[in-house]
T-cell receptor, first 117, second 110 residues
Framework: KAGVTQTPRYLIKTRGQQVTLSCSPISGHRSVSWYQQTPGQGLQFLFEYFSETQRNKGNFPGRFSGRQFSNSRSEMNVSTLELGDSALYLC????????????????FGPGTRLTVL | GNSVTQMEGPVTLSEEAFLTINCTYTATGYPSLFWYVQYPGEGLQLLLKATKADDKGSNKGFEATYRKETTSFHLEKGSVQVSDSAVYFCAPTRDDKIIFGKGTRLHILP
């Protein structure tokens, strides 16, 4: 099985621009979560999508948004970029039981390294 | 609310030393407990897990036991190697919610 893929792997933007990151989950996984990782704040949860619906959300401003498509692929968008948005953005997919909704092990992609100048 | 506390890093040890990374959590009910590891330049990957009280997860020489009475899931390894240098994350998971600890950076010196 192919792993979780994220594109692009590296991105450089300037303040005020917007960016869209893409994540393709493992086949059969319907849950996709996004995380921001920085040296200062560590790993922070952004949001989780399950069956095209946002199911959980972290404490990030509305500039951070996402969506999930019917094939479970997910995109994350950040508008009006700030210097502090420079980070490694990780996507993780997980198999979720259809009956219980319980999340099992998460499988992470390699991340997208975003640098905001 | 649910939370997890991991020991602060970085932790620096010599090769073949004994390792313990502490993890305690607060959660409603009985979560499944996971340890993830992040090697330099990579995403996180599952190291081991335990899904009920007194279960022991193990992988690559690492072990952790689900201690319900102390709500802990400490990671241990009897003899670390340079290749174990990485960041380790404790992650209690309850239903559809996962909480990641801040991570503990481990440096192993040859």
């Amino acid at each position: 099985k192919a792993g979780v893929t994220q594109t692009p792997r590296y991105l450089i933007k300037t303040r005020g621009q917007q960016v869209t990151l893409s994540c393709s989950p493992i086949s059969g996984h319907r849950s996709v979560s996004w995380y921001q990782q920085t040296p200062g704040q560590g790993l922070q949860f952004l949001f989780e999508y399950f069956s095209e619906t946002q199911r959980n959300k972290g404490n990030f401003p509305g500039r951070f948004s996402g969506r999930q498509f019917s094939n479970s692929r997910s995109e994350m968008n950040v508008s009006t970029l700030e210097l502090g948005d420079s980070a490694l953005y990780l996507c993780a997919s997980s198999y979720v039981s259809m009956t219980s909704g319980v999340v099992n092990e998460q499988f992470f992609g390699p991340g997208t390294r975003l640098t905001v100048l | 609310g649910n939370s997890v506390t991991q020991m602060e890093g970085p932790v620096t040890l010599s090769e073949e030393a004994f390792l313990t990374i502490n993890c305690t959590y607060t959660a409603t009910g009985y979560p499944s407990l996971f340890w993830y590891v992040q090697y330099p330049g990579e995403g996180l990957q599952l190291l081991l897990k335990a899904t009920k009280a007194d279960d022991k997860g193990s992988n690559k020489g690492f072990e952790a036991t689900y201690r319900k009475e102390t709500t802990s899931f400490h990671l241990e390894k009897g003899s670390v190697q340079v290749s174990d240098s990485a960041v380790y994350f404790c992650a209690p998971t309850r239903d559809d919610k996962i909480i990641f600890g801040k991570g503990t950076r481990l440096h192993i010196l040859p």
